[in-house]
T-cell receptor, first 111, second 112 residues
Framework: RKEVEQDPGPFNVPEGATVAFNCTYSNSASQSFFWYRQDCRKEPKLLMS???SGNEDGRFTAQLNRASQYISLLIRDSKLSDSATYLC????????????FGTGTLLAVQP | DAGVIQSPRHEVTEMGQEVTLRCKPISGHNSLFWYRQTMMRGLELLIYFNNNVPIDDSGMPEDRFSAKMPNASFSTLKIQPSEPRDSAVYFCASGRITGELFFGEGSRLTVL
């Protein structure tokens, strides 16, 4: 099983829609999680950090389900500018900070 | 504040040539990562350093790849000899132990 798995998509949604995608992780020792956003031909940029059960930042909500080992990202009121690839990264507890990225989920918001 | 700085931004070279990619991390960050990204394989971790010491290089494809971090403000990734299958975007990222990473704009390598 891969360390991090994401549905590659694409998720095609109309403007204003709510969309959610999941990221499953295999290592139960993962303690914190990060969502990154990557625009086409650009570098990944940190979108959100999750250290407990979840986090919310404006239209973006991340929820962690430790029992099932997945973390979800919910985007409300989608904007055209939300079109990007969303990458998930779990981090293990302790001193090691080896960060393995998922392959990402492509979101395309349509006008 | 300056972010992670990578050079060159683009490089086109011929098979067999040596390629050196450079990275200046954000000041104060104690971790540095090298990733490679292709359409087929996504973002792959090649190697990472904590406090200038290589911690895990298990992602380095083979002996043709080497990475160094002689001080806290500079790292290199070298490919010698280069092959067409090394064509990719190479990202350098720096961060703290908490895990948030900040990426450079990447070095796009094409090996003919």
């Amino acid at each position: 099983r891969k360390e991090v798995e994401q549905d590659p998509g694409p998720f095609n949604v109309p403007e204003g829609a709510t969309v959610a995608f999941n990221c499953t992780y295999s290592n139960s020792a993962s303690q914190s999680f990060f969502w990154y956003r990557q625009d086409c031909r650009k570098e990944p940029k940190l979108l959100m950090s999750v250290y407990s059960s979840g986090n919310e930042d404006g239209r973006f909500t991340a929820q962690l389900n430790r029992a099932s080992q997945y973390i979800s990202l919910l985007i409300r009121d989608s904007k055209l500018s939300d079109s990007a690839t969303y990458l998930c990264v779990p981090k293990r507890s302790g001193a090691t900070n080896k960060l393995i990225f998922g392959t990402g989920t492509l979101l395309a918001v349509q006008p | 504040d300056a972010g992670v700085i990578q050079s060159p931004r683009h490089e086109v070279t011929e098979m067999g040539q040596e390629v050196t990619l450079r990275c200046k991390p954000i000041s104060g960050h104690n971790s540095l990562f090298w990733y490679r990204q292709t359409m087929m394989r996504g973002l792959e971790l090649l190697i990472y350093f904590n406090n200038n010491v290589p911690i895990d290089d298990s992602g380095m494809p083979e002996d043709r790849f080497s990475a160094k971090m002689p001080n806290a403000s500079f790292s290199t990734l070298k490919i010698q000899p280069s092959e067409p299958r090394d064509s990719a975007v190479y990202f350098c990222a720096s961060g703290r132990i908490t895990g948030e990473l900040f990426f450079g704009e990447g070095s796009r390598l094409t090996v003919l």
